[in-house]
């Protein structure tokens, strides 16, 4: 996991580095909640004898560590993701992915419209914050326009899916 971290880390600063340090500052909070939970409720030998049973342990500490740097993984990954993908063409390959959920009643394309919404607030959240969105009214007419792209799947798709499937199929088999 260091080694795919590294590489990671590298492209994630090469492709976005902007967008991966404003995404990891974003995680911050989150990132703090793990260090705390692990490092403080998992037993094992403790860290600071002293501290008794209140102090952290070298083992959640290790546990800390390592689920905060596959957090920061997923975090860089999604912020080259965003960074060489339009908002369009992602929610385009969502709502390819998500289509069995239309036999399950779902709308498909509602969740492509809110996934664009969330897109537009983070990319430029109003003046005040979240609490601003409370307090504006409901519709001024002045807001753009939604476009939602719908692409289908090409026969190269199809095959790596089919290739990803039976390789799993056979690896949970052995």
């Given at each position: 996991?260091?080694?795919?971290?590294?590489?990671?880390?590298?492209?994630?600063?090469?492709?976005?580095?902007?967008?991966?340090?404003?995404?990891?500052?974003?995680?911050?909070?989150?990132?703090?909640?793990?260090?705390?939970?692990?490092?403080?409720?998992?037993?094992?030998?403790?860290?600071?004898?002293?501290?008794?049973?209140?102090?952290p342990?070298?083992?959640g500490?290790?546990?800390?560590?390592?689920?905060?740097?596959?957090?920061?993984?997923?975090?860089?990954l999604?912020?080259?993701?965003?960074?060489?993908?339009?908002?369009?063409?992602?929610?385009?390959?969502?709502?390819?992915?998500?289509?069995?959920?239309?036999?399950?009643?779902?709308?498909?394309?509602?969740?492509?419209?809110?996934?664009?919404?969330?897109?537009?607030?983070?990319?430029?959240?109003?003046?005040?914050?979240?609490?601003?969105?409370?307090?504006?009214?409901?519709?001024?007419?002045?807001?753009?326009?939604?476009?939602?792209?719908?692409?289908?799947?090409?026969?190269?798709?199809?095959?790596?899916?089919?290739?990803?499937?039976?390789?799993?199929?056979?690896?949970?088999?052995?």
């Amino acid at each position: 996991m260091w080694g795919f971290g590294l590489v990671v880390l590298v492209a994630s600063l090469w492709l976005a580095p902007a967008k991966a340090r404003r995404l990891l500052r974003r995680v911050r909070v989150l990132m703090l909640v793990l260090v705390i939970l692990f490092a403080f409720f998992t037993p094992g030998e403790a860290m600071a004898p002293w501290a008794g049973r209140a102090g952290p342990t070298w083992e959640g500490a290790a546990l800390a560590v390592q689920h905060c740097l596959r957090l920061a993984i997923v975090v860089m990954l999604v912020a080259v993701l965003l960074e060489r993908t339009g908002e369009r063409a992602m929610v385009s390959g969502l709502m390819v992915l998500a289509a069995p959920l239309a036999l399950l009643g779902l709308s498909v394309e509602r969740l492509a419209v809110r996934l664009l919404l969330v897109f537009r607030y983070v990319e430029s959240p109003p003046e005040g914050g979240w609490r601003a969105l409370l307090d504006a009214p409901r519709f001024d007419g002045a807001i753009e326009p939604l476009l939602v792209e719908h692409a289908a799947l090409r026969w190269s798709d199809w095959l790596v899916m089919a290739a990803l499937t039976t390789a799993i199929v056979f690896g949970a088999s052995l």
